[in-house]
């Protein structure tokens, strides 16, 4: 019988192609500033025009500043590939949210956000973060650029279908661990290769209890194991998150849609080619060590050694180590820190701000740490005003940013500087990603508070 998987991938397959690949059918298309020029200029010079316009969705946040966002954009590479992005959306009746309008944001953020994301569709951008989608029971995964042109021009692109994997984490959580703490357990265990080749579905009561917000954060880090992709089948949290949501099915619709959403799941004797459970009572906040998302462990645990590896492996070890900074069976409690960044498409959502928020009030930021509280749209930076979080954060020393991708990637201002340690909610680790030389921590949003208002790596749960 058939995964979820199974049942949206066949769903969209237009066709199959000798050899294997599919021509698979695309609900929806998000575009941003960075990965869509080169694609409209393919389509130009071709002299196609953009076969589905409503069907695609824009919103400029890689390069924008999250500083003073109604003047204009200092940087002049950021400023052309804003502006272009802009043109080409004018020029193709396509929709976008732009700067300081009260849709705009990190596009993974805003998609589930407005509505626009539901439950069976086939997602694509040229971003690979777009599996956060997957957590409302989608196929949802990044494409090249070669392929937001086939995209855009066909509203269909050529793939091979990916293997199929579940991973169920069973069991109640630990208090003070939170989803990204899971997904970091989980990568730690299986590798950066662990989920190679798949399309990954989450599953088990662990998963089952979490909130919609942090089912994304579970999708939008499962390409960090190598997966293709990663989705959480939808169920009555789903349907709520999404009710009365602007683009979300109204009336009639909405209860054929529900009709429609409620028959995605994987059957129950569904063959995965892979299939892996976890226990979530040994799962305890997480913190990176490393210059890749795998190399994680325990909040208390140490950094392990390089006994029993390959030579091939100790020295990839020991260069991540150099990097870093740290020795084989070092502590992370106590380190001292320099930088913390609140926000991605990983953690930049209202619930990422609240837990961040709650566990500082009444607190001071450590005189040593400059901190970074994002937001991951305009929508949740209005919330978190609405809610007082602002004036919370403003009393404990902390600054509300406007949206944007900020420091996760460091396209924009938002850099940190080389040589300084860096604790992130963000997705990626890797050598200078944060900024040439910089040193990236990644954990998720209680660790990091922990982090601001101590100076230091620090267990959440000593402070609780």
């Known amino acids: 019988m058939n995964t979820l998987f199974d049942k949206i991938w066949d769903a969209h397959t237009v066709k199959t192609i000798d050899g294997g690949s599919c021509v698979l059918y695309i609900d929806r298309q998000y575009i941003h500033e960075v990965t869509s020029p080169q694609a409209f200029a393919g389509l130009k010079m071709r002299g196609i025009e953009v076969f589905r316009p409503d069907q695609v969705t824009a919103s400029p946040d ?4 999250t500083k003073n966002q ?8 950021s400023a052309a590939q804003v502006a272009t992005l802009e043109q080409n959306c004018q020029a193709n009746g396509i929709t976008i949210f732009p700067i300081g309008s009260p849709r705009n944001g990190i596009i993974h953020v805003i998609g589930p956000q407005t509505g626009l994301t539901q439950p069976g569709m086939t997602i694509v951008c040229g971003d690979s973060h777009t599996s956060t989608h997957g957590a409302l029971g989608c196929v ?27 991973i169920n984490v069973e069991g109640k959580l630990k208090e003070g661990v939170t989803s990204k703490d899971i997904i970091l357990y989980i990568i730690s265990q299986l590798g950066t290769g662990g ?66 959403w409620s028959k995605l799941y994987s059957e129950p004797d ?27 462990i325990a909040i208390t645990g140490s950094i392990p050694t390089s006994d029993g590896m390959d030579q091939t492996s100790k ?34 959502r209202i619930e990422d701000l609240r837990a961040f928020t709650h566990f500082v009030k009444g607190r001071k930021k450590a005189d040593n740490v400059t901190a970074w509280i994002v937001p991951g749209s305009k929508e949740v ?53 944060q900024g040439p030389e910089s040193r990236t921590l990644l954990a998720g949003p209680l660790v990091a508070a922990a982090a601001a208002v101590t100076g230091v790596i620090t267990d959440p749960r000593e402070l609780m």
């Open 381 to 433: 930076e209005r919330m978190a005003i609405e809610e007082g979080l602002k004036d919370i954060l403003a009393e404990a020393g902390f600054e509300l940013r406007e949206p944007g991708c900020s420091a996760c990637l460091a396209m924009n201002e938002d850099k940190i500087p080389a040589g300084k340690y860096c604790v992130a909610t963000s997705n990626r680790n890797f050598e200078g990603r």
């Open 270 to 296: 569904a063959i995965f080619d892979r299939e892996v459970t976890f226990r979530a009572e040994d799962i305890e906040p997480m913190i990176t060590y490393g210059t890749n998302p795998g190399m994680g």
């Open 195 to 260: 989920g190679t080749g798949h399309f990954v579905e989450f599953a088990g009561s662990a998963i089952r209890s979490l909130s919609m917000e942090a089912r994304m954060t579970i999708c939008n880090m499962s390409i960090e194991m190598g997966a293709r992709g990663g989705m959480i089948a939808p169920d009555q949290t789903t349907f709520d998150y999404l009710k009365g949501r602007e683009f979300a099915p109204q009336g009639k619709e909405w209860n054929k849609a529900i009709e429609r």
């Open 140 to 166: 949802a995964f990044g494409i090249g650029t070669s392929e937001v042109e086939m995209a855009l021009a066909s509203q269909c692109i050529l793939q091979s279908k990916p293997k199929s994997m579940r």
């Open 315 to 348: 020295a990839s070890f020991a260069k991540a180590l150099g990097y870093m900074g740290f020795a084989e069976g070092d502590k992370m409690l106590g380190k001292k820190i320099d930088y913390v960044f609140v926000g991605s498409c990983t953690n930049g």
């Open 70 to 77: 109604h003047l204009p954009i200092a940087d002049k590479e």
């Open 62 to 65: 890689h390069n924008i500043p």
